[in-house]
């Protein structure tokens, strides 16, 4: 299997690690997956957590306070700092959501730090192109779930003299967010082999960039079934989490090592997606809540906690808490396949077995 060109940046294997929010892709998971031969993916989500929230300027309950202590600049540029000591000057990505507050400014701190390849999915980066304009060494990476969100993208992004350097089409099978309402997420139509193929046409029409497809996948027959359907590379999310180089807690690592398939489910989130997680306390028995009082501020479309008292949890708040390994607070993301997680893995090892050596 070749490995991808994404723009100025050559990837020696075709496997991506997608960004992991919160904390579960920082310096160690990524720079190991560069190191490795794959794309590294530092997640730019909850910053402002890393390393016991040190370079966050105020706290609160532990917590930081506000948006630009959440997702935190000095502390984005540590973690690429941090992951370049393990890569070089392989590329590495950051991945930064667009339903974010402060969007256009943590693109800027991505920049400031050192990121080769920007990603952005949970809606769509219409103004990335822009905002990147004065930087020719980062390329643009979108997630879709539709050639409809790639075709805008490029006709947007084209007039700001930009074109994707790779776009990732992620299925519903996926871990966390997803691109699709919870009544659309079994439908035939919506999987990732069906999505595909029209995605691929839409490509063809704009350039060659590669499609890096995200998912459920799982081992390199999955990979070569996906290359077989137009794909140029994989994303993977859980199987990298599930690594002991993963960013995350032991105890984040341990709920995936005990989940079952009956475990894993969807949730509505605050950010207007679901999710998929893990049963756990926190989403057994989930109901409005009005006491949530927002600390963060993290996204756009929660509103100062509007969207958490509904749903009943701050998305912010207890995706830390699961990085931390706090079970009973902690919202534990994962994809379709977390049930399958029965050991954990170093990167090296997994890159190896997906590329079939
Ligand atoms: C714990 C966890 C957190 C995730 N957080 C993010 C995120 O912050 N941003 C994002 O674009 N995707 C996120 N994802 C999706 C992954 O980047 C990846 O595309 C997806 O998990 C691929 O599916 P797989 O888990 O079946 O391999 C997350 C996935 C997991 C499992």
Redesign the pocket.
Known sequence: MKGIRIGQYEIEKPIV??????G??WDSLAGNVSANGGLG?I?S?GTGYYQEGRFAKKLVKGRPFDTENLYNAEALKEIFKNARKICGDKPLAC?I?RAINDYDRVVGDAIAAGANII????GLPLNLATLVADHPQVEIVP?VSSDRALKIICSRWQRAGRLPGAV?V??P?????QGAKMEELELPEHQLEAILPPIVEERDKWGDFPIIV?????DNDDIKRLMALGADAV???????ATYESD?SQG?KDVLLNATNDDIIYVKSPVGYPG?AVRTPLTTDLQPNPKIQCISNCVQPCDKAKGARQVGFCIADS?AD?QAGKYETGL???????YRVDKLYHVDELINELMGE
């Open positions: 690690q997608g960004g992991m929010g919160l579960i892709s993916t997640s989500v991945n959501l990603v952005t999915g949970a997630i990732i992620e299925g099978l996926s871990g966390g967010h995200a998912g459920g996948v799982w994303q993977l999310g859980t199987r990298f989490a995350a984040f998929r995706l699961a534990f993301f994962t994809g379709a396949n977390g």
